[in-house]
Protein backbone atom coordinates (compact mmCIF):
# COMPACT_ATOMS: atom_id res chain seq x y z
CA UNK A 1 0.00 0.00 0.00
CA UNK A 2 1.22 3.38 -0.82
CA UNK A 3 2.65 5.50 2.03
CA UNK A 4 1.31 9.51 1.32
CA UNK A 5 3.45 11.26 -0.16
CA UNK A 6 2.87 15.18 -1.00
CA UNK A 7 4.53 16.97 -3.91
CA UNK A 8 4.23 21.25 -3.33
CA UNK A 9 5.72 23.22 -5.61
CA UNK A 10 5.46 27.33 -4.71
CA UNK A 11 5.07 29.43 -7.82
CA UNK A 12 6.43 27.55 -10.56
CA UNK A 13 4.70 30.18 -13.06
CA UNK A 14 6.35 32.06 -15.87
CA UNK A 15 7.04 35.90 -14.40
CA UNK A 16 9.50 34.14 -11.84
CA UNK A 17 11.20 32.00 -14.49
CA UNK A 18 14.73 33.01 -16.77
CA UNK A 19 13.15 31.23 -19.86
CA UNK A 20 15.66 31.07 -22.72
CA UNK A 21 14.67 34.40 -25.38
CA UNK A 22 13.89 31.72 -27.88
CA UNK A 23 11.05 29.89 -26.30
CA UNK A 24 9.48 33.04 -25.03
CA UNK A 25 6.14 34.06 -26.99
CA UNK A 26 6.12 36.99 -29.17
CA UNK A 27 5.50 40.51 -27.27
CA UNK A 28 6.31 38.18 -23.81
CA UNK A 29 9.01 38.20 -21.27
CA UNK A 30 9.11 37.41 -17.48
CA UNK A 31 9.24 40.34 -15.55
CA UNK A 32 10.52 39.08 -11.95
CA UNK A 33 12.80 36.03 -13.36
CA UNK A 34 14.61 34.70 -11.08
CA UNK A 35 18.48 33.36 -12.00
CA UNK A 36 17.91 29.25 -12.29
CA UNK A 37 14.31 29.19 -11.71
CA UNK A 38 13.89 27.62 -15.49
CA UNK A 39 16.17 24.66 -14.68
CA UNK A 40 14.47 24.13 -11.65
CA UNK A 41 11.52 23.69 -13.18
CA UNK A 42 12.66 21.28 -15.46
CA UNK A 43 14.00 19.23 -12.92
CA UNK A 44 10.83 19.60 -11.31
CA UNK A 45 9.11 18.64 -14.47
CA UNK A 46 10.96 15.50 -15.14
CA UNK A 47 10.55 14.22 -10.89
CA UNK A 48 6.94 14.14 -11.54
CA UNK A 49 7.16 12.51 -14.86
CA UNK A 50 9.73 9.78 -13.99
CA UNK A 51 8.43 9.03 -10.45
CA UNK A 52 5.01 10.90 -9.82
CA UNK A 53 3.61 7.71 -9.63
CA UNK A 54 4.55 7.33 -6.49
CA UNK A 55 3.11 10.70 -4.94
CA UNK A 56 -0.43 10.68 -3.58
CA UNK A 57 -1.06 14.09 -3.74
CA UNK A 58 0.42 17.35 -5.51
CA UNK A 59 -0.29 20.50 -4.51
CA UNK A 60 0.24 24.15 -6.56
CA UNK A 61 0.22 27.51 -5.37
CA UNK A 62 -0.08 30.37 -8.13
CA UNK A 63 1.06 34.00 -7.46
CA UNK A 64 -2.11 35.77 -8.71
CA UNK A 65 -1.96 39.80 -8.32
CA UNK A 66 -3.67 43.16 -9.45
CA UNK A 67 -1.96 45.50 -11.44
CA UNK A 68 -2.96 47.47 -8.45
CA UNK A 69 -0.82 46.14 -5.19
CA UNK A 70 0.63 47.69 -2.32
CA UNK A 71 3.80 46.23 -3.66
CA UNK A 72 3.73 46.84 -7.09
CA UNK A 73 5.33 50.28 -8.09
CA UNK A 74 1.72 51.43 -9.22
CA UNK A 75 0.82 51.73 -6.18
CA UNK A 76 3.60 54.57 -4.81
CA UNK A 77 4.81 57.92 -5.28
CA UNK A 78 7.82 59.69 -4.12
CA UNK A 79 7.50 62.67 -1.99
CA UNK A 80 7.92 65.03 -5.07
CA UNK A 81 5.06 62.71 -7.15
CA UNK A 82 8.08 60.86 -8.94
CA UNK A 83 7.65 56.97 -9.92
CA UNK A 84 9.04 54.49 -7.12
CA UNK A 85 11.56 52.04 -8.66
CA UNK A 86 10.86 48.07 -8.91
CA UNK A 87 13.21 46.94 -5.87
CA UNK A 88 12.99 49.35 -3.91
CA UNK A 89 12.19 49.11 -0.03
CA UNK A 90 10.04 51.31 1.59
CA UNK A 91 9.85 51.16 5.38
CA UNK A 92 6.93 52.59 7.84
CA UNK A 93 9.26 55.11 9.28
CA UNK A 94 10.00 56.18 5.65
CA UNK A 95 6.05 56.75 4.97
CA UNK A 96 5.84 59.00 8.32
CA UNK A 97 8.44 61.16 7.33
CA UNK A 98 6.88 61.65 3.51
CA UNK A 99 9.66 60.10 1.71
CA UNK A 100 7.73 58.45 -0.28
CA UNK A 101 3.44 58.19 -0.08
CA UNK A 102 0.49 56.07 -2.10
CA UNK A 103 -0.42 57.46 -5.23
CA UNK A 104 -4.30 57.22 -4.13
CA UNK A 105 -4.86 60.62 -1.63
CA UNK A 106 -7.00 58.50 0.55
CA UNK A 107 -4.53 55.59 1.36
CA UNK A 108 -2.21 56.93 3.26
CA UNK A 109 -3.47 56.22 6.61
CA UNK A 110 -4.20 52.54 5.90
CA UNK A 111 -0.61 52.20 4.24
CA UNK A 112 0.64 53.44 7.08
CA UNK A 113 -0.93 50.76 9.29
CA UNK A 114 0.16 48.18 7.08
CA UNK A 115 3.66 49.11 7.02
CA UNK A 116 3.56 49.53 10.98
CA UNK A 117 1.92 46.43 11.13
CA UNK A 118 4.29 44.50 8.94
CA UNK A 119 7.17 45.23 10.78
CA UNK A 120 6.10 44.48 14.22
CA UNK A 121 5.47 41.08 12.84
CA UNK A 122 9.40 40.50 11.86
CA UNK A 123 9.49 38.64 9.26
CA UNK A 124 9.81 41.50 5.93
CA UNK A 125 9.76 44.79 4.87
CA UNK A 126 7.61 46.19 2.60
CA UNK A 127 9.60 45.50 -0.95
CA UNK A 128 8.52 47.23 -4.35
CA UNK A 129 8.23 44.58 -7.08
CA UNK A 130 8.01 44.40 -10.63
CA UNK A 131 4.40 44.23 -11.38
CA UNK A 132 4.16 40.25 -11.80
CA UNK A 133 1.82 37.23 -12.01
CA UNK A 134 -0.69 39.60 -13.10
CA UNK A 135 -4.38 37.77 -12.98
CA UNK A 136 -4.91 36.61 -16.13
CA UNK A 137 -1.41 37.45 -17.64
CA UNK A 138 0.82 34.81 -19.71
CA UNK A 139 3.07 35.64 -16.88
CA UNK A 140 0.49 34.31 -13.93
CA UNK A 141 0.51 30.39 -15.93
CA UNK A 142 2.83 28.00 -15.03
CA UNK A 143 5.79 26.85 -16.52
CA UNK A 144 4.90 24.95 -19.43
CA UNK A 145 6.98 22.03 -18.57
CA UNK A 146 5.53 21.61 -15.16
CA UNK A 147 2.32 21.91 -16.13
CA UNK A 148 2.28 19.06 -19.21
CA UNK A 149 3.79 17.07 -16.31
CA UNK A 150 1.01 17.59 -13.34
CA UNK A 151 -1.30 17.31 -16.64
CA UNK A 152 -0.03 14.02 -17.06
CA UNK A 153 0.04 12.96 -13.88
CA UNK A 154 -3.48 13.86 -13.33
CA UNK A 155 -5.18 11.52 -16.23
CA UNK A 156 -2.46 8.98 -14.84
CA UNK A 157 -3.34 8.91 -11.32
CA UNK A 158 -7.13 10.03 -12.26
CA UNK A 159 -6.58 12.91 -9.67
CA UNK A 160 -6.94 16.21 -9.08
CA UNK A 161 -3.80 18.61 -9.03
CA UNK A 162 -4.88 21.10 -5.88
CA UNK A 163 -4.51 24.34 -7.69
CA UNK A 164 -3.74 27.37 -4.84
CA UNK A 165 -4.63 30.88 -5.74
CA UNK A 166 -2.40 33.87 -3.00
CA UNK A 167 -2.03 37.61 -3.38
CA UNK A 168 -5.36 38.92 -4.89
CA UNK A 169 -5.53 41.32 -1.89
CA UNK A 170 -3.98 44.57 -2.79
CA UNK A 171 -3.12 45.71 0.93
CA UNK A 172 -1.15 43.23 1.92
CA UNK A 173 2.07 41.08 0.40
CA UNK A 174 1.09 37.57 0.28
CA UNK A 175 4.27 35.45 0.04
CA UNK A 176 2.84 32.48 1.78
CA UNK A 177 0.67 29.96 1.06
CA UNK A 178 -0.28 29.33 4.36
CA UNK A 179 -1.29 33.23 5.26
CA UNK A 180 -0.70 36.77 4.11
CA UNK A 181 2.28 38.57 5.66
CA UNK A 182 -0.38 41.04 7.74
CA UNK A 183 -4.20 39.18 7.01
CA UNK A 184 -6.86 40.99 6.41
CA UNK A 185 -9.83 40.49 8.94
CA UNK A 186 -12.10 41.38 6.16
CA UNK A 187 -10.79 39.04 4.06
CA UNK A 188 -10.35 35.31 4.62
CA UNK A 189 -8.18 34.15 1.68
CA UNK A 190 -5.94 36.29 3.66
CA UNK A 191 -6.31 34.40 6.99
CA UNK A 192 -4.48 31.05 7.82
CA UNK A 193 -5.57 28.34 4.85
CA UNK A 194 -6.53 25.82 7.00
CA UNK A 195 -7.99 23.33 4.77
CA UNK A 196 -4.79 23.24 2.33
CA UNK A 197 -3.28 22.70 5.80
CA UNK A 198 -5.48 19.71 6.49
CA UNK A 199 -4.46 18.16 3.56
CA UNK A 200 -0.78 18.31 5.18
CA UNK A 201 -1.24 16.48 8.35
CA UNK A 202 -1.44 12.35 6.51
CA UNK A 203 1.36 13.27 4.89
CA UNK A 204 4.52 11.17 5.86
CA UNK A 205 6.51 13.13 3.68
CA UNK A 206 6.09 16.68 2.25
CA UNK A 207 8.20 17.88 -0.28
CA UNK A 208 8.70 21.15 -1.06
CA UNK A 209 10.20 23.30 -3.89
CA UNK A 210 9.39 26.34 -6.36
CA UNK A 211 10.44 29.91 -6.50
CA UNK A 212 11.25 31.76 -4.94
CA UNK A 213 13.67 29.89 -2.66
CA UNK A 214 14.50 33.46 -0.53
CA UNK A 215 11.06 34.60 -0.26
CA UNK A 216 7.45 32.45 -0.84
CA UNK A 217 9.42 28.84 -0.87
CA UNK A 218 10.94 30.59 2.74
CA UNK A 219 7.41 31.89 4.15
CA UNK A 220 5.04 28.79 2.97
CA UNK A 221 8.00 26.49 4.92
CA UNK A 222 8.03 28.46 7.89
CA UNK A 223 4.38 28.54 8.51
CA UNK A 224 4.26 24.65 7.33
CA UNK A 225 6.61 23.94 9.88
CA UNK A 226 4.92 25.81 12.77
CA UNK A 227 1.07 24.45 11.95
CA UNK A 228 3.04 20.93 11.84
CA UNK A 229 4.65 21.46 15.12
CA UNK A 230 1.32 22.77 16.52
CA UNK A 231 -0.81 20.01 15.12
CA UNK A 232 1.89 17.24 15.25
CA UNK A 233 4.50 18.03 17.51
CA UNK A 234 7.91 19.39 16.64
CA UNK A 235 8.90 16.10 15.52
CA UNK A 236 6.48 16.11 12.67
CA UNK A 237 9.14 19.01 10.76
CA UNK A 238 11.02 15.76 9.90
CA UNK A 239 8.27 15.17 7.05
CA UNK A 240 9.65 18.38 5.08
CA UNK A 241 11.69 17.40 2.60
CA UNK A 242 13.30 20.67 1.25
CA UNK A 243 14.56 19.64 -2.87
CA UNK A 244 17.54 22.30 -2.92
CA UNK A 245 17.94 21.72 -6.65
CA UNK A 246 14.67 22.86 -7.24
CA UNK A 247 14.15 26.12 -5.86
CA UNK A 248 16.86 29.89 -6.24
CA UNK A 249 17.18 32.97 -4.53
CA UNK A 250 15.84 36.37 -5.89
CA UNK A 251 19.13 38.03 -6.82
CA UNK A 252 20.40 39.71 -3.59
CA UNK A 253 18.50 37.41 -1.40
CA UNK A 254 21.22 34.39 -1.98
CA UNK A 255 21.87 34.31 2.31
CA UNK A 256 18.05 34.47 3.14
CA UNK A 257 17.58 31.36 1.35
CA UNK A 258 20.52 29.91 2.82
CA UNK A 259 19.85 31.06 6.34
CA UNK A 260 16.35 29.56 5.52
CA UNK A 261 17.88 26.61 4.67
CA UNK A 262 19.82 25.75 7.20
CA UNK A 263 17.19 27.08 9.97
CA UNK A 264 14.96 24.27 8.45
CA UNK A 265 17.56 21.60 8.70
CA UNK A 266 18.38 22.31 11.82
CA UNK A 267 14.85 22.06 12.86
CA UNK A 268 14.47 18.72 11.68
CA UNK A 269 13.76 18.94 7.80
CA UNK A 270 15.62 17.31 5.51
CA UNK A 271 17.75 18.37 2.03
CA UNK A 272 17.59 16.81 -0.77
CA UNK A 273 18.14 16.97 -4.65
CA UNK A 274 15.47 15.88 -6.78
CA UNK A 275 17.65 13.00 -8.27
CA UNK A 276 18.02 12.08 -4.41
CA UNK A 277 14.51 11.80 -4.03
CA UNK A 278 12.95 10.25 -7.49
CA UNK A 279 14.28 6.14 -5.68
CA UNK A 280 11.44 6.95 -2.87
CA UNK A 281 9.19 7.95 -5.03
CA UNK A 282 9.71 5.09 -7.51
CA UNK A 283 9.59 2.24 -4.54
CA UNK A 284 6.45 3.85 -3.19
CA UNK A 285 4.66 3.50 -6.84
CA UNK A 286 5.91 0.02 -6.49
CA UNK A 287 4.11 -0.91 -3.03
Known amino acids: MKRPLHLLVIDPQNDFCDLPADSLPAGQAPTLPV??????????????????????????TLDAHHRYDIAHPTFWRTSDGGPVAPFTEISAQALRDGRYRPAAPDAGARAQAYLDALEQAGRYQLMVWPVHCEIGSWGQNVHGAVRAAYNAWEVAQLQVVA????GSNPWTEHYSAVMAEVPDPQ???????????????????????????SHCVKASTEHIADYLTQQ???????????????MSPVTGFEEQQRGFLAAMQARGARLATAAEVAPELRANAAA
Open 35 to 60: PGAHQDMLRVAQLIGDAGAGLTQISI
Open 163 to 166: KLSK
Open 187 to 213: DPATQQNTDFLATLLPAQQIYICGEAG
Open 232 to 246: QGAHAVRKLVLLTDC
